[in-house]
């Protein structure tokens, strides 16, 4: 793996706006030569799918991944033109991006420094004495962004929404999932981080026989910490991974782990309680104190350090961290360009900075306020369905209402960038510069602990392809990364932003109300607010949701997790839906946009572009890494399963609904 250094500036494939590519929705990405109902994905998408592979440097590729490259290569030129100034330009954004982007393309002087940066945390955890001891280092690094034994984090309390909470969850492994701990089929890719663990230790120093003995122990902790995680599917339950512990009674649970001295050292021993995610799971991590050595305990710890920093230490560190989280894990053949992954690293540390240059120059007012227009109409579709549902009762529907009166978007950006100030930034400290920024987000977030809740704090930045539903705030979230083709676009007819942009929002809104998401109430807290009667209804909507997408194969063997991916899928089911009666309803108002254009009626293009948006392909690797760990379904699915039941799809089609069957009726709409 080799970089840009300092004297090549990092701009040698720097894309101008003539060059980026353009991602509108086309029917030249279509194989028409499939019929519809034979396989829609084909039609819809089959020429893009067969002449779009996935890139050597990337381990999937869709519509999601291209506009993501597109704003990168914005991205790319913002932070050059900001390196190139940042000696000449006043404290600011604009002078921490570009200093920030510039230690991390300066692979040269990275060279120089070796595993010089983190030597001083080693010898740290070298100094680790006690179990007390061992928790103060591991304060440390998750001070340093480093997770190791478990996670800790503030946000919203789920049952007193108005105010921050501290979170204690299980974590601590490297692997994506405990199955890749546990699982008999993933025996080789074990074999493999084993192997990778030891390389490292051996890069660092270790002797051969030590860097062996101490890639087993790393291996040994993390499946102990494996057997005690709970698995994707069940981490999903808000109710069920929430307990609340007074602080006073941490030391009577668990009376061996000296979490009143964590809690100290963190900022946080004020508090009158934590939120403990998993109580079992520090539990385990009791009992495995108990029986491992401290010895034991300080090669994890230092494994975490290791692994954490190898992406910003030299070659060697860097290009063995790729050959396996990245080669082996996801099957990504080669690295991306040292310029997109410093572009990455600023986005990650110093995000709001960077999105407010990227705003200043790619997000139009015009946008915004296409977008919020459109956020109204599909709103006051929801809002009808509420109203006239028909399996729900009038108890559970004024709350459902109350809940919906709350319900409020943010479009693009903050309207406060975050100010970062306090972080120094120095051109030629990389680990440094990530370090101060992750120290910098943990004593803001420890900070806040108790007190209330910022609803105009965004958790995506702004050239973020990506939107998201906040729970304890009943909000959607659409940074302005997103609103572009292939997924908004002013310059295409209303079916295509309709099937596009126009679904994303409808499917944002119905995570309000998913299986989760309904478990919230207009306040944004855990309390039950349903009947009986339509809580049982919609379990039974909601497991045939469940069993049609646990039948999906999409490898050979592997099988769509159907309870990891539920809200998400109802979110899919509801969001063409909403989407597609609002459509009509635009055309009913403008019959004058309802014509016919590359041979495709409105409905038809809505249909297309909603299976556009989510064309994608993977190497074997990552989707079988996203089947066990993403709540998403793959592309294909997500494209596709949304419209078999769904009349309006095979009216617009004239194709045949799939043979009778409650997994094949309106039943699955279940808004």
């Known amino acids: ?28 990405n ?82 120089l420094s070796g595993f010089g940066p983190i030597e001083s945390e080693r010898a740290a955890i070298g100094r680790i004495d006690s179990v007390e001891s061992l928790f103060g280092a591991t304060a440390r690094l998750h001070a340093q962004g480093i997770s190791a034994l478990f996670e800790p984090f503030s946000d919203p309390d789920l049952r007193e929404s108005t105010r921050y909470a501290l979170y204690l969850y ?38 051969p026989d030590v860097a062996e003995t101490d890639a087993g122990i790393v291996l040994e902790l993390e499946t102990d910490l494996a057997k005690a995680s709970r698995a994707r ?10 307990t609340r512990v007074a602080t006073a009674e941490l030391a009577r649970r668990w009376p061996h782990l000296p979490l009143a001295e964590y809690l100290a050292i963190v900022g946080a021993e004020r508090l009158p309680f934590v939120v403990v995610g998993q109580p079992e799971f ?56 040292r310029w997109k992954r410093a572009a990455r690293t600023v986005d990650a540390h110093l995000g709001e900075a960077l999105g407010q240059l990227y705003v200043e120059q790619h997000f139009p007012a015009a946008a915004r306020e296409k977008m919020a227009e459109m956020v109204r109409f599909l709103s006051a579709v929801f809002r009808d369905r509420l ?36 972080v120094p930034i120095a051109p030629d400290d990389l680990v440094g510069n990530v370090r101060r920024a992750q120290q910098f987000e943990f004593r803001r977030q420890f900070d806040r602990l108790g007190g209330p809740v910022d609803r105009a704090e965004w958790r995506m930045t702004p050239p973020t392809v990506n939107a998201y539903f906040e729970p304890t705030q009943n909000e959607i979230f659409f940074p302005a990364g997103i609103l572009q083709p292939p997924f908004f676009d002013p310059t295409m007819d209303d079916a295509v932003n309709y099937g596009g942009i126009g679904a994303v929002i409808g499917h944002e809104i119905t995570h309000g109300y998913d299986d989760q998401g309904r478990k ?25 949701v469940v069993e049609l997408y646990s039948a999906a194969e999409p490898l050979p063997g592997q099988h769509i997790n159907g309870e990891l991916t539920l809200g998400e899928n109802i979110a899919d089911f509801g969001g063409v839906s909403i989407a597609f009666e609002a459509l009509q309803r635009h055309l009913a108002e403008h019959p004058e946009r309802r014509t016919t254009i590359d041979g495709l009626t409105p409905e038809q293009r809505f249909f297309v572009s909603w299976a556009q948006v989510w064309r994608a392909n993977y190497t074997d690797a990552e989707l079988k890494r996203r089947l066990l760990l993403d709540p998403h379904s793959p592309g294909r699915y997500r494209a596709v399963t949304p419209l078999v039941t769904f009349p309006a799809f095979h009216e617009a089609f004239g194709t045949a609904p799939a043979p009778s069957g409650r997994a094949a009726t309106p039943l699955l709409r279940i808004w």
């Open 30 to 111: 279509m194989d028409r030569s499939v019929p519809p109902a034979e396989d829609f994905y084909r039609y819809a998408t089959g020429n893009w799918l067969r002449t779009h592979p996935v890139p050597a440097d990337k381990s999937s590729w869709g519509a999601f991944g291209e506009l993501a490259d597109r704003n990168l290569a914005l991205v790319h030129q913002i932070l050059e033109r900001a390196r190139e100034v940042s000696a000449k330009s006043p404290p600011g954004p604009r002078r921490q991006a570009g200093e920030l982007y510039a230690s991390s393309i300066d692979t040269a002087r990275r060279e």
């Open 520 to 544: 919230s109430d207009a306040s944004g807290n855990l309390r039950d607010w349903w009947t009986d009667a339509d809580a049982k209804e919609f379990a039974g909507r909601a497991r045939q």
């Open 1 to 28: 793996m080799t970089g840009t250094t300092m004297g090549d500036k990092g701009s040698e494939d720097r894309a101008t706006p003539e060059e980026l590519p353009d991602l509108a929705f086309s029917v030249r």
């Open 170 to 207: 299980q974590g601590g492994l490297s692997l994506p999932t405990r199955e890749y701990y546990l699982s008999d089929d993933l025996a080789h890719v074990r074999a493999a981080y084993r192997a990778h663990v030891e390389r490292m230790f051996r890069l660092w120093g270790a002797a």
């Open 233 to 242: 599917a069940e981490l999903r339950d808000r109710e069920k991974n929430y």
């Open 282 to 337: 520090l539990s385990a991590i009791e009992e495995r104190l108990a029986d491992r050595p401290l010895a034991s305990w300080k090669v994890y710890l230092s494994w975490h350090l290791l692994h954490a920093n190898a992406p910003y230490l030299h070659d060697a560190a860097e290009s063995e961290d790729f050959a396996f989280f990245h080669r082996t894990l996801l099957g990504q053949s080669v690295p991306e360009p």
């Open 387 to 422: 109203n006239h549902l028909d399996w729900m009762t009038e108890t559970t529907r004024r709350e459902a209402l109350a809940k919906f009166d709350r319900f409020l978007p943010h479009i693009g950006h903050p309207q406060k960038f975050r100010d970062y100030s306090s």
